[in-house]
């Protein structure tokens, strides 16, 4: 991509209101623009993070035999009256809306009733099932507060998987699959060390969910771990009849902040039962599904890893989010033609800056907007016939043949 052919540009300030460090990052950096408190526009460096990030997602995701959907936001009552979450007390966070021919309609905050509702077309038999279903899809919920920049947005991007299946134990093995998916996914996003299995509270039908709990200073959770983290509570279930459970005890416990990048939920009939999603076993006898539920937060994931990252000059991207491998710099009428010469046929891993600003301009986007690798190309390299790549996460500056780089 060509700097000089896009409509971003860095921002010396961020919105006065964008209190938190990711914001106020990719705002200036030129990633996202913000609408309001929790709403924001994703421009097209932004795009490319998200798209890397689901990418991960989908790929860790298909191999456990998932497949994807894509459902739709504007929600008939009619199935979350069922299960009474349509009504503002049960669930304060809904976004309603009306049909002009009269009716109200919801805007999803999640997807739980319509993917059972949607099942019930194709589940019939025991030979329909296990199933696995998932999207990548904007969710609404009317969030009280939103000050963590994209940790919590109003309208936000989740990935949510719905498990479909015969038994208890199939749904046990589906959902130990899926934590050890995730455990691959955070570690691909470059969350891995500091990304934590938590137990949370669980329901009606079990007694704990678990959450994907980042530590970082700016999550909104509070989380306890003990010396070695094999064990980590969320504040719900962080109590005495817990810990006696787990032969615990609180004083070696330390609290800490964390944000939930995901969480995964043993359903069981929760939705299924109430929404009549059933199935004929092998002996002819009418059964009620049992579901899984398993989301990750997007847009979150992508505020955390900025977050994580970021040093005093701006954004630091992992490369297998980054939205450009290398941030190029061409000066001089020479180092102009070479840096042209190793765009061609890169679009799509380099972000060219080909404007007409002085150096140092150059270098402190190269710096804000943190593409991993800045390759400077001038007249002085040239004397030695090479380029200078800097890492812009350790600052370690190369000098790479100019033959050699051209063979990256
Ligand atoms: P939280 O406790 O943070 O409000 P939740 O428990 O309501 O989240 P879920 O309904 O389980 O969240 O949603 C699945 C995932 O979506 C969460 O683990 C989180 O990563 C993400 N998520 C939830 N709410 C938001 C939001 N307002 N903005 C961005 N991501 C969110
Ligand atoms: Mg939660």
Not at 73 to 92: A, I, M, Y
Not at 254 to 264: H, L, P
Not at 325 to 352: D, H, P, S, W
Not at 374 to 382: A, C, F, N
Request: include cysteine; hydrophobic fraction near 35%; charge should be negative.
């Amino acid at each position: 991509m060509r700097l000089s052919k896009t409509f971003i540009k860095t921002l010396r300030d961020a919105p006065k209101d964008e209190t938190a460090k990711n914001g106020a990052l990719l705002v200036r950096a030129g990633y996202i623009h913000k609408e309001m408190a929790g709403i924001y526009d994703f421009l097209p460096l932004g795009i490319r993070v998200l798209e890397k990030i689901k990418n991960i997602v989908r790929e860790e995701l298909n191999k456990i035999g998932c497949e994807e959907v894509l459902m739709s936001s504007l929600q008939n009552p009619e199935p979350w009256e069922k299960t009474g979450r349509f009504s503002d007390k049960e669930v304060d966070i809904w976004f309603k809306t009306e049909l002009s021919a009269g009716g109200i309609l919801g805007l999803a905050p999640t997807h739980e009733e319509p993917i059972t509702n949607l099942m019930k077309t194709y589940v019939s038999s025991y030979k329909d099932l296990p199933r696995y279903v998932y999207q990548f899809q904007t969710k609404f919920r009317n969030e009280l507060r939103a000050k963590s920049g994209i940790l919590r947005g109003r309208e936000f991007l989740m990935k949510d998987l719905y498990s479909f299946h015969t038994s208890e134990e199939d749904l046990d093995r589906f959902y130990a699959e899926v934590e050890e998916a995730y455990g691959k996914i955070f570690s691909r996003l470059g969350i891995g060390e500091d990304t934590f299995e938590t137990f949370a509270s669980g329901g009606i039908f079990s007694k704990f969910s678990h959450e994907f709990q980042t530590l970082i200073p700016v999550g909104e959770d509070t989380v306890y771990y003990n010396s070695d983290k094999s064990l980590v509570f969320n504040e719900e279930v962080f109590n005495e009849e817990v810990l006696d459970e787990f032969k615990a005890k609180k004083e070696d416990f330390q609290a800490t902040a964390g944000a939930e990048v995901g969480n995964i939920f043993k359903l069981k009939f929760k939705y299924s039962e109430p929404l009549g999603l059933k199935f004929i076993d092998e002996e002819n006898a009418l059964k009620t599904v049992y579901m899984g539920c398993y989301g990750i937060g997007i847009t979150r994931v992508m505020g955390v890893i900025a977050e994580k990252y970021a040093d005093e000059k701006g954004l630091v991207w992992p490369e297998a989010v980054a939205p450009f491998k290398y941030y190029l710099i061409g000066i001089g009428e020479k180092g102009t033609e070479i840096a042209e010469k190793f765009y061609q046929g890169r679009e799509e891993e380099v972000l060219y800056d080909d404007r007409n600003k002085r150096p140092g301009e150059k270098f402190a986007d190269a710096e804000l907007i943190g593409i991993p690798y800045r390759v400077l190309i001038s007249d002085k390299t040239l004397t030695e016939d090479m380029a200078e790549v800097v890492d812009r996460r350790t600052g370690e500056v190369k000098m790479v043949k100019i033959k050699e780089l051209m063979e990256k």
